[in-house]
């Protein structure tokens, strides 16, 4: 098993790596939210099958709001549902909602005890998990709002379960990593028997007849 310094050096790396990770950037937040702009975007032209309505994402102006280091880690939502309609417009933090998740999730694939070759499976599928969790958070409210899902429907009952338990709470902002994670630890990298040297304990010889 991993030793008590181990453990302790583990958990000083990973605060360590959350905390650079976590620190809202400003360079980091205009490249996050134009990834996210870009990806929303496809899946917008993708779920809508309406052709009056519009959806448009497009990153905040910086300059013009009123606390600039906030804005560099917001998209704005522009919603037209016909030519004849106003134009509504929605500020959308993208940092809490879906680079904290991921951070915290990239930061603790990389203090993790296993081979490269696991630890690269389990930040694949992880990170897979966390973007699909991000995308259901902006196409659900979508669907909802443009009727392709009605409330009364299943699939309208369905997306309020998912939406209300799996992204509104903010609590799984972190949460949501922390799960997946071990969750992907267990299943795909089972812990391997170390001894005090942090080398793996030989299997004892099998008896001879």
């Known amino acids: 098993m991993l030793t008590k310094r181990d453990l302790l050096l583990r958990a000083g790396s990973f605060l360590l790596l959350l905390a650079l990770l976590l620190y809202p950037w400003p360079l980091v937040g205009r490249l996050f939210v134009q990834a996210f702009d870009v990806a929303a975007n496809i899946g917008v032209a993708a779920a809508l ?90 196409a659900l409210p979508l669907a909802r709002a443009f009727g392709t899902l009605a409330n009364d429907s299943p699939g309208g009952w369905l997306a309020s379960v998912l939406y209300y338990s799996l992204i509104e709470p903010p609590n799984l902002m972190y949460a949501a990593p922390v799960v997946t ?6 299943f795909a990298a089972p812990p391997i028997a170390l001894s005090a040297k942090g080398f793996p304990e030989a299997s004892p010889p099998h008896p001879t007849r």
Do not use: C, M
Request: net charge neutral; proline share 4%; hydrophobic share 55%.
């Open 181 to 186: 994670w071990a969750v992907l630890v267990l």
């Open 49 to 138: 099958n309406d052709p009056e309505a519009q959806a448009h994402f497009a990153a905040a102006d910086v300059a013009a709001s009123d606390e600039p280091s906030a804005g560099e880690w917001n998209t704005v939502l522009s919603i037209q549902r016909g030519a004849s309609d106003a134009l509504t417009t929605i500020s959308l933090g993208v940092r809490r909602l879906g680079y904290v998740p991921l951070a915290t999730f990239v930061a603790l694939v990389l203090v993790t005890p296993v081979e490269r070759r696991r630890k690269l499976a389990i930040g694949t599928v992880g990170i897979s998990l966390l973007l699909l969790r991000l995308s259901l958070a902006v």
